[in-house]
């Protein structure tokens, strides 16, 4: 991909999301996805022409998302080029942040989920970046923490709420306290996410962690929202025989 980069003359690719998050926790096992930003347009050239190149070698298939980013089926690996997604007015919120003229990859990164997943990992897979300078400290912290406030980053995507319960359950993390209020006040958000991410992602941390899954879903006031899966069933109905106030 770094040569199809020079040969064409894109922006310079990084690999971001989960992959630098878990070189940085020493974690890193088998990897399913690939998550590739240039912080610009160029990232879906750069997809169009890695294909082509691959295609000469290997059997692989590009498809076009329904968000506008590609993906590249690598035989059992995916690699998602991304779609470039900024929040609505992000040069305001980043002013509030003293970040003044930023670059699109400072747009992107803050608009990404959590400063967990706001990291780049360098194409040497040696050298891991924090853009927002809040990724490091929340990992060694480990704290599921939004990049921008909650009220923002939680409601500008699909899917952020059950997001955070998942991978406070993968990674062993806490979910911090402003991401908790927002939702307390507002558990409706949650319901952005369509039933099926829902149920995937709550029966994975359920799978992982059912303790550290029921109590985020208490603690957030989220259990008359969701799906009630055969995994999250048990806990469902502990929480019920716990508070007479559940319909």
Request: positive net charge; proline residues 4%; hydrophobic residues 35%.
């Amino acid at each position: 991909m770094k040569q199809t980069q020079e040969e064409i003359g894109s922006s310079i690719p990084y690999i971001c999301g989960g992959t630098p998050r878990d070189k940085y926790l020493k974690r890193v096992n088998e990897i399913a996805d690939l998550d590739i930003t240039t912080g610009d347009g160029t990232v879906d050239y750069l997809s169009q022409e890695f294909e082509l190149r691959l295609r000469k070698t290997y059997n692989v298939t590009r498809k076009t998302m329904s968000d506008g980013h590609s993906t590249i089926f690598i035989g059992n690996l995916k690699v998602d080029f991304s779609s470039n997604f900024m929040v609505p007015n992000i040069d305001s919120y980043l002013a509030r942040l003293r970040i003044h003229d930023p670059s699109n990859m400072q747009r992107e990164m803050f608009s990404r989920d959590f400063t967990c997943n706001s990291l780049l990992l360098d194409f040497n897979l040696k050298d891991v970046r924090d853009p927002t300078h809040m990724g490091f400290k929340d990992l060694d912290k480990k704290i599921i923490r939004t990049c921008l406030p909650p009220e923002v980053t939680l409601t500008s995507n699909r899917n952020r709420v059950v997001r955070a319960i998942y991978l406070a359950c993968k990674l062993g993390f806490h979910v911090d306290d402003s991401i908790i209020k927002f939702v307390v006040k507002n558990p409706e958000v949650i319901k952005i996410s369509t039933d099926k991410v829902m149920i995937e992602k709550l029966n994975d941390a359920f799978q992982r962690d059912p303790d550290r899954a029921s109590f985020l879903l208490t603690k957030m006031n989220l259990w008359n929202y969701i799906p009630i899966t055969e995994k999250v069933h048990p806990y469902y109905m502990k929480h019920v025989k716990g508070n007479i106030d559940v319909k």
